[in-house]
């Protein structure tokens, strides 16, 4: 029994002494896959790493319940996919900036085409005016 108990003992050191070791041997994007690395560089520098992302067209209108909608269509003009790629709409009134909503966009193949749609959830009720700006993508 004693021997059983000294083994165990061994054992649990052994394993607390190894993840401790492994531990220190971490740094920051060892637990993280290169497709989470390349979005988290996206997002600090706010440099796309390939394709070309282009809105072709989009337009606030009231839906017949009252909401304010902005709709559009993006373009990746790029020779590679696009694998992430984030779009801010923006409300204002006189100016001031009333609501922002981002919208993300995934898996965007050379030359294709894709709707984006943001619906206004702010508490004034009537915005005057919008804009829609691209944010990074890779």
Known sequence: M???TLL????????VVI???GI???NTNSTLSNDQNDVRTALQNG?????NLKIL???MT???FGNWIVKGQVENTGSSELRYATIEVNFYKN??????????LNSIAPGETKDFEVIYKGSDSSPDSYSVVLGPYL
């Open 2 to 4: 004693r021997s059983a």
């Open 8 to 15: 165990c003992s061994i054992g649990l050191v052994s394993l």
């Open 19 to 21: 993840s401790i070791l």
């Open 24 to 26: 220190t041997h971490l």
């Open 47 to 51: 440099n796309p790493s390939s394709g």
């Open 57 to 59: 067209n989009h337009q």
């Open 62 to 64: 009231k839906s017949i």
């Open 95 to 104: 100016g001031n900036l009333l609501y922002t909503n981002p919208v993300n």
